[in-house]
C-alpha cells in the first residue's frame, strides 16, 4: 500500500488534510504524481510545479512544501505540504 499526505498550512495551522491511497505496482514517481493530482483535485486546486528545491527536499525527506512560488495561480494559504506515510 502507497499512502501519501497532504496538508494545507496557514499561519501554523492545519486547515485541511487528506490521505492518498493506491495499492498498484506502478512506479513510485507515478504514484506520487498520481497522489498530488488527486489531493490539488480534493483541495480544488492547480497542480503546483516542481522546483529545483522542492525535487530535492523530497528526495531527502520523502516531504515536499509547495508555497507560493510553486502556483501559478493565487494561494489563500502559506504551503501545501505532502509526505510519503506509507510504501510497499
Not at 14 to 19: A, M, N, P, R, S
Not at 55 to 73: C, G, M, V
Request: a negative charge; aromatic letters at 14%.
Amino acid at each position: 500500500m502507497f499512502r501519501l499526505w497532504g496538508k494545507i498550512w496557514k499561519d501554523n495551522h492545519l486547515l485541511k488534510d487528506t490521505v492518498f491511497e493506491e495499492d498498484s505496482t506502478d512506479t513510485r514517481t507515478h504514484k506520487i504524481f498520481r497522489g498530488l493530482e488527486e489531493i490539488c483535485y480534493e483541495f480544488d486546486l492547480g497542480k503546483p510545479i516542481w522546483l529545483d528545491k522542492t525535487i530535492s527536499e523530497f528526495k531527502r525527506h520523502d516531504k515536499a512544501r509547495f508555497s507560493q512560488d510553486n502556483f501559478i495561480e493565487e494561494i489563500p494559504f502559506d504551503y501545501l505540504e505532502i509526505q510519503i506515510i506509507e510504501e510497499d
